[in-house]
């Protein structure tokens, strides 16, 4: 059974930190890209950042560059979203999903999707 689990969502003041990490399963990780997408109340989901499991490449939107940085671990088949200086507009459910391509923003690439992780920022 393909699985991907978030964890690490919270409540923190705006400029505070919170570390997401993507716990995967099932399928073969070194093959795929993690990528991490959000969804904020009344909103359509959009992509915050990918990595390719096999060769690392990386990608940010453009409103987390600089604060958000993704990483993965290949041994413990988990990717990990390090999320610094947290705006109030970061407020949204996180969730992690895979797809069996290099590396994509795109909603339509991924696969398989886990259940989110809430973060909420507080002014």
């Known amino acids: 059974e393909v699985q991907l689990v978030e964890s690490g969502g919270g409540l923190v003041q705006a400029g505070g930190s919170l570390r997401l990490s993507c716990a995967a399963s099932?399928?073969?990780?070194?093959?795929?890209?993690i990528g991490w997408f959000r969804q904020a109340p009344g909103k359509e989901r959009e992509g915050v950042s990918c990595?390719?499991?096999?060769?690392?490449?990386?990608y940010y939107a453009d409103s987390v560059k600089g604060r958000f940085t993704i990483s993965s671990d290949n041994a413990k088949n988990t990717v990990y979203l390090q999320m610094n200086s947290l705006k109030p507009e970061d407020t949204a459910v996180y969730y992690c999903?895979?797809?069996?391509?290099?590396?994509?923003?795109?909603?339509?690439?991924?696969?398989?999707w886990g259940q989110g992780t809430q973060v909420t920022v507080s002014s």
């Open positions: 099932g399928f073969t990780f070194d093959d795929y890209a």
């Open positions: 999903a895979a797809a069996n391509i290099l590396g994509s923003l795109m909603l339509y690439e991924y696969d398989y």
């Open positions: 990595i390719s499991s096999s060769d690392g490449s990386t």
